[in-house]
């Protein structure tokens, strides 16, 4: 072969000095573009998996999060598999000690910025057969752009989608250590990643085709029967990993998980004009929307489905073109790995939505890969050289790119500041988007503006007439109007559309307790709740029902004792507080915020030497908690004063 081998880099690059600081000013560049996105809040289905997630307050359920998929959301319908994202939200909380935007934010950024940093090693590798010094020129280029394009505000900015930043980051480190480390192959060392990168999302596990394409198309080629071999030998690690994790998706299944309602062949015809749509935001990120409104083609002869079959049949044909010529197989690659990371959200297996711009983010480091690749060939002259002027205008063009992106994600940034910019940029670009209606309506709503609220949700009823959560809220807009008479119908329109939905009936069972209407309301709750166990409100509303009829219900998880001892502490019954706090401990003997309740309480009763010993163990646990640590210094200056005053006595 006429070419350096993928695992070493190009010679004679970049000196080490301005390597570093080139790299240094990309980091920069990044920090500028992002640097108005760390106080953004949470958004969409932040709600449930984040906020309204009880599970992630506390570390002590990490070991769970790999065992039971129900902690992931307090939704039914939303609950998948994903372990290790769960474990970072319960780091976060831990760290911010609550739920404090900001700290999400950086910890996402931390990863974003890290797997840029991955990529520019992965790029320089996979472009070492262009003259120096474009391996390093490009392939920081490429990382750079990849960490400024403005399509990648969009995962940045939602919390939730941390799942695409961390398991790419880990796909990519994983795909790094393969190919940067042939001789550590053997040893499996790249599957740690790729296992973790499993446990986070389940995109990942298209790694054994980027594992076998790599080989075909890099290191081998596949114009001749050795390189598939070897492609298909070097992919069977991988690919026997992958069946360990399929299968432990399959176990950790939950019954109630809806990933979507389009039929297969009406969602499979959309996706080729999807594809064409990601393509068009690769080049021109200017249709970006928290939600669209496109929806599934109903048969292939359709104008936008005739074109996006055309586009992606361009698409394969470039890769084909690309793969017969050594110098333009990183092409090849880069396009076969765009399309292979969106074969799992663009294939057969149909989502809650036929499109969504975050599913961008995995797959447009191949398309990076790709461009940059492509660019490289063009700056390549006829004798193998690359012409100085030639090199300082691209660069000049390419800087002005990457500021034309930073302009762009600083402006993503700013739409993500609220749910109001968010949800009224969505309904500009997506105006046949019932969702998308009804979630500005309920920003208007939180503002104090019903009829603005109202006016939106009737705009959204004709476009999604059979949505629960739509008829619930014009049910509460009607009722917040004084409108009982109005409202009820809305609502019982809403439970009976709601299957795996808890929030119709809590909704319903408020309404109802406000209409005093009591016993009507506790049966709703209850339904609520056996769908959604852990519906914080549900349970705190179903709990005051139940103390005014004056009854009161057991709590059956940790937070339910510990909310009810908190609630005990308040009214200063601190023998109730007391036990409740030990229940808590019954069912989680490490549970630090029980610990400190025990010890508060028993301090109250003026038990010092439990107080003290409490408040230790709940620093065990959790050295950085603060409160915990100010009730240990109470404890102790009571138990001084006690000490000081019984020798007094004497």
Not at 504 to 523: D, Q
């Amino acid at each position: 072969m006429n070419r350096p081998p993928a695992s070493a880099p190009a010679e004679a690059g970049l000196p080490m000095k301005s390597l570093l600081a080139l790299g240094l000013g990309a980091l920069l560049l990044q920090l500028v573009a992002y640097a108005n996105h760390f106080g953004n809040g949470f958004h969409f289905d932040d709600s449930h998996a984040v906020v309204g997630n009880p599970w992630i307050r506390d570390l002590g359920n990490v070991p769970r999060f790999f065992s039971d998929a129900t902690l992931f959301s307090s939704l039914p319908q939303n609950q998948s598999y994903r372990p290790l994202l769960l474990t970072s939200f319960a780091i976060d909380y831990r760290i911010a000690g609550g739920l404090e935007p900001s700290q999400f934010q950086r910890t996402t950024y931390l990863f974003f910025v890290l797997q840029c940093i991955l990529l520019f090693f992965l790029y320089r590798r996979l472009l070492a057969a262009l003259p120096a010094p474009l391996p390093d020129v490009l392939a920081l280029f490429g990382a750079t752009l990849y960490g400024v394009h403005t399509v990648m505000a969009e995962t940045v900015n939602y919390v939730s989608a941390r799942s695409d930043v961390l398991s790419t980051c880990l796909v990519v480190a994983a795909l790094l250590l393969f190919v940067a480390w042939p001789r550590g192959r053997p040893w499996g060392v790249y599957l740690v990643p790729y296992v973790l990168a499993g446990l986070t999302k389940e995109a990942a596990l298209v790694f054994p085709a980027l594992v076998f394409l790599f080989v075909l198309l890099i290191e081998e080629s596949p114009l001749g029967r050795r390189g598939w071999t070897r492609a298909a030998t070097a992919s069977i690690p991988s690919f026997a990993v992958t069946l360990l994790l399929a299968w432990n998706y399959a176990r950790h299944t939950v019954p109630t998980m809806t990933p979507g309602e389009t039929p297969r062949w009406n969602y499979l015809i959309t996706q080729p004009w999807v594809i064409a749509r990601y393509v068009k935001e690769f080049v021109l990120p200017t249709g970006l929307s928290a939600d669209t409104d496109l929806a599934p083609f109903t048969a292939i002869w359709e104008p936008r489905a005739f074109a996006g079959v055309l586009a992606l049949g361009l698409l394969l044909g470039a890769g084909f073109a690309a793969a017969r010529r050594e110098r333009t197989r990183p092409v090849a690659f880069g396009l076969a790995f765009f399309l292979v990371a969106l074969a799992p959200t663009s294939s057969l297996v149909p989502l809650a939505e036929v499109t969504n711009d975050h599913r961008m983010y995995f797959p447009f480091v191949g398309l990076i890969l790709a461009a940059v690749g492509l660019a490289g060939v063009g700056l390549v002259g006829a004798d193998g050289l690359v012409p100085g002027r030639r090199l300082r205008i691209a660069a000049a063009a390419g800087l002005a790119l990457l500021l034309l992106h930073v302009v762009g994600t600083r402006a993503r940034n700013e739409v993500w500041r609220s749910d109001e910019a968010l949800w009224k940029d969505t309904v500009a670009k997506s105006p046949k988007n019932g969702r998308a209606l009804m979630n500005y309506g309920l920003t208007l709503m939180a503002r104090g503006d019903v009829d603005g609220a109202l006016a939106l949700f009737e705009r959204a009823l004709p476009l999604t007439p059979n949505y629960s959560y739509l008829q619930t809220n014009l049910g509460i807009a009607k009722h917040t109007k004084g409108d009982a008479a109005g409202a009820e119908p809305f609502f019982q329109r809403g439970v009976a559309l709601a299957r795996n939905t808890a929030e119709p009936f809590f909704f319903y069972g408020r309404f109802l307790h406000a209409e005093r209407r009591p016993a009507e309301a506790e049966a709703q709750l209850r339904r609520a709740l056996e769908i959604s166990p852990g519906h914080i409100e549900a349970n705190q509303l179903l709990g005051k029902i139940l103390a005014e009829k004056g009854r009161k219900p057991r709590p059956r998880t940790p937070e339910e004792w510990l909310d009810l001892s908190l609630a005990e502490y308040r009214a200063r019954r601190f023998e109730d507080s007391l036990g409740a706090a030990r229940e808590a401990l019954k069912l989680r003997s490490g549970y630090a915020e029980a610990w400190n309740n025990v010890c508060s309480a028993s301090a109250e009763l003026g038990r010092w030497d439990d107080a003290i010993a409490a408040c230790r163990e709940a620093l065990r646990i959790r050295p950085a908690f603060p409160l915990a640590a100010n009730n240990l210094r109470w404890a102790q200056d009571g138990k001084a004063r006690s000490l000081k005053d019984a020798t007094r006595g004497r």
